[in-house]
């Protein structure tokens, strides 16, 4: 997995404005460096910025407290370009600092670990390089540290297992490399755990298991290998569990079968083998399930009799008997549906893909050049609570890199736009007719960080 997608993000975020008296020098001597390092004069927006001093507090994302301290910078998606200077540190009442969805490169300040009052810290899509300082440790107060689609190397710090209040814990999409330090098992607050698209090797740690607020844990796109720990199925919170594209053997522990709060379960793209274990058939609140490209066999009949909320399920690509599919007629909501080829293993009957309806409910994009790279990307339908009936909505599902030297396919043309990221269509099959179209990005709702959403919009 590459870091292309950090393009697709586009985001209108407000900001603060809170006008105050005069605050100390220094701070305003850590703004102007700031503004002189991240090229203000071309960001986005620099309202109020550069203005005289006392009128700090006016600048654009900045807020203060009632004693003149700045308490907040809030510049994303601003147009920010340069590096995170030192002088930063002299914030000293710092509680938030955002400076996510911008071009800013370099590495992160050491100094920064010195913002012992910072609750949150948000560094994602960015640029940045380097490796996660150890510093940040010292963060004794943060509750969320967002660091995705950067190109961070090295390894997790297992430093970090100390933020006893961390809350949310965001470091997708970074060349990060090494295991999952066990010390994470330390953070007795985190709620959300996303450390796919890195290059993480070694075994899940079973310590995870204590981490018994956790709602989201995304383990998906990397090299982890070994077995999935059963004690995982002690984090009765969990509604999101994805161990998608890794390098994971075994049986799948019918201990999962205990998360009765699960909506989305990914197993695929790893080695499982043996059979989908009954337990999981008894997860009423999944809508999303996914097996597919793994070794599992059996008969699929009555074990996912009781999901009957499921909108996508996944059985591609393994070694399954589906009988006569008398298990569909309990899926009254699929939406997105795959049994694909169970050619994996021999002997096996050839199960070709039923339910022809099913495929207008997903987009899937053969061929798509991003910045001389070529990928196939999976679109799957997408609900946001707010949903207009006659507007449909997509998140991507899947990303593959393929052969840069491939020929586009003659039966669908389509083209990214960087600079607006609208993926444009000349064909595409949707509500049953082959229409040209745009998806245009979109925010949802219940927005999650490393989600990549559109909506569908005609061609004018």
């Known amino acids: 997995m590459t870091h292309w997608f950090k393009y697709f993000f586009y985001i209108t975020c407000c900001f603060s404005t809170t006008a105050h008296a005069a605050i100390p020098e220094t701070e305003r001597n850590a703004l102007i460096a700031l503004y002189d390092n991240t ?104 509750e969320k540290l967002s660091l995705s689609n950067n190109d961070l190397s090295g390894g997790i710090p297992p430093e970090l297992g100390i933020l006893s209040h961390l809350q949310e814990l965001f470091l997708s999409t970074n060349p990060l490399g090494g295991s999952i330090p066990e010390e994470l ?42 077995s999935i720990p059963k004690e995982l199925g002690q984090l009765n919170q969990l509604t999101r569990l994805n161990f998608f594209s890794n390098q994971l053997t075994g049986n799948i522990p019918s201990e999962l079968g205990q998360l009765g709060e699960l909506k989305s379960l990914h197993f695929g793209d790893n080695q499982f083998t043996g059979t989908i274990p009954q337990e999981i058939g008894q997860l009423s609140t999944l809508r999303s399930l996914s097996f597919a490209y793994n070794k599992l066999t059996g008969t699929i009949d009555n074990q996912l ?27 009254a909501d699929i939406k997105a549906l795959d049994l694909g080829s169970q050619d994996a293993c021999q002997d096996m009957q050839n199960n070709d893909a039923i339910v022809e309806e099913t495929r207008r409910y997903a987009i899937y994009i053969p061929y798509i050049m991003i910045e001389g790279q070529a990928y196939a990307v999976l679109l799957e339908r997408y609900y946001p609570s707010s949903q207009s009936e006659n507007t449909p909505f997509w998140r991507v599902k899947e990303i593959n890199a393929l052969d840069a030297t491939r020929e586009s396919q003659e039966n669908l043309s389509t083209e990214y736009d960087l600079a607006t990221g609208i993926l444009h269509f000349n064909k595409i099959h949707l509500r049953e007719q082959v229409i040209s179209a745009e998806l245009l990005p979109y925010t949802p709702p219940d927005y999650a960080e490393e989600g990549i959403y559109f909506k569908y919009v005609p061609d004018r």
Request: proline share 3%.
């Open 39 to 142: 090229a203000g004069d071309l960001w986005r927006n620099n309202s109020g910025w550069m203005g005289d001093p006392g009128t700090e507090c006016q600048w654009l994302g900045v807020s203060c407290s009632e004693d003149q301290h700045i308490i907040e910078i809030s510049l994303s998606n601003n147009g920010l370009k340069g590096e995170i200077p030192k002088e930063l540190a002299t914030l000293k009442r710092l509680q938030k600092l955002d400076l996510s969805r911008n071009g800013l490169k370099g590495s992160i300040p050491l100094e920064i670990g010195e913002l012992t009052n910072l609750i949150t810290l948000s560094l994602y899509s960015n640029q940045l390089s380097g490796k996660i300082p150890s510093e940040l440790s010292h963060l004794s107060q943060l």
């Open 185 to 226: 098992a330390e953070l007795s607050q985190l709620r959300r755990l996303y450390l796919s698209s890195n290059l993480l090797s070694g075994e899940i740690p079973v310590g995870l298991a204590k981490l018994n607020q956790l709602t989201s844990l995304n383990l998906s796109n990397n090299n982890l290998s070994g």
């Open 305 to 331: 009799n009781n999901i009957s909320n499921l909108s996508s399920l996944s059985l591609n690509n393994n070694c399954f008997n589906f009988g006569e599919y008398a298990f569909l007629q309990s899926l």
